[in-house]
């Protein structure tokens, strides 16, 4: 079987990628260790062209737009710039798929996204690689991402059968009032860079376990993930037209988005990304009243009591902050520490800094950093310690551009923050933690709740009370007690205000792509 596969991904191989293509790519990948014999290389992934009807597709213009590795600059390979023409027509594809797909059977859907499932899992390691070259992210990181991805997969394989309607007890003895849910329709998604994989899978399998078809445009800067993702569902046996990738380059983004967002076919927009993009989608939704679920930025509170534990407090600012080297919507962002415990807790921080955190290439195993997404990345996070600098905050360490390469900048401790500087009030998407003090726990809660996001939130405290008073208090919608990484496959996931719409994962995820239908039969 697995030889199978491997001779099957040399033919496709060969079909899809042009010599000088695989020739880069293994430039860029050439720190990694070969596959072990029978196993399917990275490179065996790498797909250039788009994905519609179950086929590899060009743009019907034939442009296509390079991709480069972060960490290195260099062109990983090229993928078919889209526009609203080719978005159109895969539309109409996934329309004519779904008349067929809501017709199956909850296990039939789940059958094959469990055979997907177990694709994934098959091949980890080598898709791994894939995201770590086009994102930048340590292959550790990378690793724990496909796990992720790949759990939504199985999560939704297993809800795709516990969707459930409702008998109501009925108003007249000569009625039955019932209640059908339905899958909504083509879904419209648009996925951002920072997870490549998992964003893909946590939504567009919730589509397709619920009967849905989906359109996707994956970010600019990583479609290779979801073309991989895209060829592991066809061998699951995924029909063709129920999974479609649209990839086009950030000046065609826009047109492919209002092609989703306008289109009546469409019945669902998803997007992950910026808060900006996320209100001109929820506009352009408006013309069809079209369900919107959003998941935009954050600016997440991590409050450290007196009462904390400093040392679990420094640990979970570790992972909340520094994962993906800052570039997550629920990274800690202002980091609100109490008087009596701030001058041992930012010392403790400085020191796990220095002792743990490592910048460099992905693919070398002592990286913690990775580099940032590109250059504009970096220019924001400089402009924005610049900023804090300037207004008197202090540098306790790094705080400029990395010399490993043009996308990398220095993990950065600043103190003395205050909430006029723009680390506290802008989401940072970078490796800096900012460190406010604060007096009261009412002073505390007030700034957390002083922004417009309010996606995840933490706080560290050993009294009871001020728990329960805290996690009840803060405007969000995930909220970590005592704990920095809380993101799960079975919690949901999803923001208050302005960081959006709608709960991904968990048992509600697969809502977002259910319709209710009442059903009231008369006459008995
Ligand atoms: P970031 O600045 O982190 O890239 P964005 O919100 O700009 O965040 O990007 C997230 C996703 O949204 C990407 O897939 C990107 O191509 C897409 N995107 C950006 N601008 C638009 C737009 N005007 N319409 C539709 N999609 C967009």
């Not at 880069?24 to 596959?35: L, Q, R, S």
């Not at 296509?64 to 960490?71: A, G």
């Not at 376990?209 to 046996?237: H, I, N, R, Y």
Request: charged share 20%; with cysteine; net charge neutral.
């Amino acid at each position: 079987m697995v030889c199978c596969m491997c001779s099957r991904s040399v033919q496709i191989l060969s079909r899809q990628l042009k010599l000088s293509q695989l020739r880069v790519f293994h430039i860029a990948m050439d720190t990694v260790p070969p596959a072990a014999s029978g196993v399917r290389s990275a490179s065996s992934f790498l797909f250039d062209k788009a994905f519609v009807n179950g086929q590899w597709v060009t743009a019907k213009s034939g442009s296509v737009y390079q991709i480069t590795n972060p960490s290195t600059g260099k062109t990983i390979g090229s993928v078919p710039d889209m526009n609203a023409d080719d978005t159109q027509q895969a539309i109409e594809k996934a329309n004519a798929a779904f008349l067929r797909w809501r017709e199956t059977t909850a296990k039939e859907r789940s059958l094959i996204l469990r055979k997907w499932f177990d694709l994934t899992n098959q091949n980890k390691l080598e898709l791994a690689k894939l995201l770590t070259a086009e994102n930048g992210k340590p292959l550790k990181e990378a690793i724990g991402e496909i796990n992720y991805a790949a759990g939504f997969i199985e999560w939704y394989a297993e809800e795709a059968r516990r969707v459930y309607g409702d008998v109501i007890p009925p108003t007249a003895a000569s009625k039955r009032m019932l209640v059908l849910k339905q899958p909504i329709g083509v879904a419209g998604m648009i996925t951002p860079w920072n997870f490549p994989s998992a964003m893909i899978t946590r939504k567009a399998c919730a589509a397709i376990a619920a009967g849905c078809t989906v359109v996707l445009k994956p970010a600019e800067d990583t479609p290779f993930s979801a073309l991989a993702m895209c060829q592991l569902a066809k061998e699951a046996g995924l029909p063709d037209g129920v999974l479609n990738v649209v990839t086009s380059s950030r000046d065609n983004a826009p047109s492919v988005g209002n092609t989703l967002c306008a289109s009546p076919i469409i019945k669902k927009i998803s997007f992950t990304g910026s808060t900006v993009t996320g209100k001109i989608l929820l506009q352009q939704s408006a013309s069809t009243v079209k369900k919107v679920s959003l998941e935009l930025g954050g600016n997440a509170p991590f409050i450290v009591f007196d009462s904390a534990d400093i040392e679990a407090a420094v640990q979970g600012t570790m992972v909340s902050k520094f994962r993906c080297s800052g570039q997550t919507c629920v990274c800690a962002n202002k980091i609100l520490v109490q008087e009596g415990v701030y001058e041992r807790y930012v010392a403790r921080l400085a020191e796990v800094m220095k002792q743990e955190l490592r910048v460099g290439d992905g693919f070398d195993d002592s990286t913690t950093q990775g580099p940032l997404i590109n250059s504009k990345a970096v220019d924001k996070v400089e402009s924005i310690v610049e900023d804090a600098k300037k207004l008197g905050a202090g540098l306790l360490y790094g705080g400029k551009r990395s010399d490993k390469g043009e996308n990398f900048f220095e993990p950065t401790l600043l103190s003395n923050v205050t909430v006029e500087m723009r680390c506290a009030k802008e989401e940072i998407f970078g490796p800096v933690a900012a460190v406010i003090k604060f007096k009261t726990e009412e002073e505390a809660v007030a700034i957390a709740n002083s922004s417009n996001s309010g996606l995840a939130g933490y706080f560290y405290s050993q009294n009871l009370s001020q728990i329960w008073r805290v996690a009840e208090k803060l405007e969000v919608g995930l909220c970590g007690v005592n704990d920095g990484l809380i993101s799960a496959i079975e919690a949901p996931f999803g923001g208050v205000k302005e960081s959006g719409l709608g709960r991904e994962g968990s048992k509600y995820g697969i809502d977002d792509y259910l319709e209710i239908k009442y059903v009231c039969i008369g006459g008995l």
